[in-house]
């Protein structure tokens, strides 16, 4: 059974400070996604990134930046230079796959993070 | 372009009565998702679809939910008779599926804006 934690329930930094959301994955399979999902107060669910388990270089998208790590099952979120426009819910989420060519598999979200950033 | 559509974005209604949710995909996807957002259980799947057919309904919580694709550009969630422990917030999500490869597996899914269910 797949499973995502993010034990960060609630983060609150000020503004320009960087902030680390962390992730970390259980799953029997060798090959998988990652994903991470950012919901403003709007509510809507925001696609961020897709990483799949084979490529474990780290990406950097503007302020943001992620580290994937197998050895330790962790795909990590940093937000350098927060804003208050960063103020949302962060979610993380993984997916197995069901074959190659084919459709693709649900999704199992972590609890996600809250993340405040305070002007 | 358009986004994954939804109908309707707020739903009140009564216990007992049948609620049904809309889905329009994004065109050309062919991958469709059915989840189900709450404060207790946060973000769980309950169904989804390849090419119309579903293929996972273990997440569907019981019997009263049920989930229809007549074709590739909408979907609908049943829930009768709809109970206050229904409310939440129901979000469809499509994809473009996989690709040939492992490296093109399981694209990003994109989400709708959500329906909001509230069973009195």
């Known amino acids: 059974a797949q499973k995502v934690t993010q034990a960060q329930t609630e983060i609150s930094v000020v503004e320009k400070e960087d902030v680390t959301l962390d992730c970390v994955y259980e799953?029997?399979?060798?090959?998988?996604?990652l994903f991470w999902y950012k919901q403003p107060p709007s509510g809507e669910l925001v696609f961020l990134i897709r990483?799949?388990?084979?490529?474990?270089q780290n990406e950097i998208s503007g302020r943001y930046s992620w580290n994937f790590q197998k050895s330790t099952s962790s795909f990590n979120f940093t937000i350098t230079a927060s804003q208050v426009v960063d103020s949302a819910v962060y979610f993380c989420?993984?997916?197995?796959?069901?074959?190659?060519?084919?459709?693709?598999?649900?999704?199992?979200f972590g609890k996600g993070t809250h993340l405040i950033i305070q002007p | 372009d358009a986004g994954v559509i939804q109908s309707p974005r707020h739903e009140v209604t009564e216990m007992g009565q049948e609620v049904t949710l809309r889905c329009k995909p994004i065109?050309?996807?062919?991958?469709l998702f059915w989840y189900r957002q709450t404060m207790m259980r946060g973000l769980e799947l309950l169904i989804y679809?390849?090419?119309?057919?579903?293929?996972?309904d273990s997440g569907m919580p019981e019997d009263r939910f049920s989930a229809k694709m007549p074709n590739a550009s909408f979907s609908t969630l049943k829930i009768q008779p709809s109970e206050p422990r229904d409310s939440a917030v129901y979000f469809c999500?499509?994809?473009?599926?996989?690709?040939?490869?492992?490296?093109?597996?399981?694209?990003?899914?994109?989400f709708g804006d959500g329906t909001r269910l509230s069973i009195l």
């Open positions: 679809f390849n090419n119309n057919v579903p293929i996972d």
């Open positions: 989420a993984l997916s197995e796959l069901t074959f190659v060519g084919g459709g693709a598999d649900g999704l199992t």
């Open positions: 799953t029997r399979d060798t090959t998988y996604y």
């Open positions: 999500a499509s994809s473009p599926g996989g690709g040939e490869s492992r490296e093109e597996g399981n694209q990003p899914q994109h």
């Open positions: 065109s050309g996807h062919n991958s």
């Open positions: 990483r799949n388990s084979f490529d474990e």
